[in-house]
């Protein structure tokens, strides 16, 4: 440490991540000589072993920071970040990841920088309260993620509509976010903007929210909706109005491929001419229908998911490989009705293919497998039967209505039972 300053006066980037061995008194040094004073990019990640004092020898070395990772710090604490910002006025980007005990009390004080991204992730101490004066603390902000952040909920979106930059918003398995919440967020300038918009795992949030999704944010390129378990084909209908979108992630919610009579799967397809990269992996009611409406309408897809949809068969791959020639990623894990045809076809229409999955794909044999092996640079492969949490059986019956039926006979079993005994009583 003490030879930084002496021959790296010109240093803009450093990372100390997990570097144990120096201690406060080391980031002393920083300052000594020319000093590292040009130092934009800190990386202090698992530095568990600075404290308070520590941060603020940096802050009296380093004052021209601008960027700042702190990840994998349960000892950070926010005194250690206040020391840092009073004289870090320049701090643009704050990561701060696996640092539970931060609070709103080190959002507060980062409102003296003038933050453009800022990530926080694993924390429970984060409320809607650092939201509450965010239009006029972070008046530039462009990024937002505050991914598993348990104390959000829709009392943040309606905090976050008046921001006129935000461009991503990541809350990610912040799970008391509702459909509320995300039309309060889209009644402001933030969604006419927002490009990137991640809310997987936000279960509360389902199809009513939606219509004034695809009417805000036109300018929408990436949309997270992974286990939003109570959005439907309707909201699927909905979202298909957002004709800038590339990439779409809709794995694990309710959708299927019709809805009012209408075919939702080319409804979707025919709005996502620019559409790249597709998941909708788990949902066991798709059929071929999505896999040609692709093949007719989104001929640029290069990444596609229809892992656990036990109904996708050969037929609706021919047409696939046949159309989207720029094919890179495909994983039909679980699709059980799938044979060694399906890998002729990818060989001959899909030659940019580099990654394939087919785990639990049981008619496709080993043989095959091997000789696809050959031409893609990453494959995973099993004949083995689907796991139980794929939700059905090897033949694509769904457990949950196998289940129910075993329940029902073993309950008129039980009454027959009743009845037989009660006759032999008379």
Known sequence: MRLLPRYFYNLQNLSLAYCRKFTDKGLQYLNLGNGCHKLIYLDLSGCTQISVQGFRNIANSCSGIMHLTINDMPTLTD?????????????????????????????????????????????????????????KSYPNISHIYMVDCKGITDGSLKSLSPLKHLTVLNLANC????????????????STKIR??????????????MAKLSERCYNLNYLN????????????????????????DLSGTDISNEVRKKKTSIV????????????????????????????????????????????????????????CHYLHILDVSGCILLTDQMLENLEMGCRQLRILKMQYCRLISKEAAIRMSSIVQHQEYSASNPPLWFGYDSEGKSLREKQNTSLKNSELTAKESTYNNEEEAV
């Not at 991204?117 to 939201?131: L, M, P, S």
């Not at 918009?197 to 509360?204: A, D, P, R, T």
């Open 79 to 135: 005194n250690c970040v206040k020391a840092l910002v009073e004289k870090c006025h320049r701090i643009s980007s704050v990561v701060l990841i696996g640092a539970p005990h931060i609070s709103d009390s080190a959002f507060k004080a980062l409102s003296g920088c003038d933050i453009k991204k800022i990530r926080f992730e694993g924390n429970k101490r984060i409320t809607d309260a650092c939201f509450k004066l965010i239009d």
């Open 175 to 190: 799970v008391r976010i509702g459909d509320t919440g995300l039309k309060q967020f889209l009644d402001g300038p933030a």
């Open 225 to 248: 909706l992974r286990n939003c378990e109570h959005l439907t084909d309707l909201g699927v209908e909905f979202i298909a109005n957002i004709f800038s979108l590339v990439s779409v």
């Open 196 to 209: 990137e918009l991640n809310l997987s795992n936000c279960i509360h949030l389902g199809d009513a929210s």
């Open 268 to 323: 979707f397809c025919k709005g996502s001419l620019t559409l790249e990269h597709l998941d909708v992996s788990y949902c066991p009611q798709l059929s071929d229908i999505i896999i040609k409406a692709l093949a007719i309408y989104c001929i640029n897809l290069t990444s596609l998911s229809v892992a656990g949809c036990p109904k996708i068969t050969d037929s609706a791959m021919e047409m696939l490989s046949a159309k």
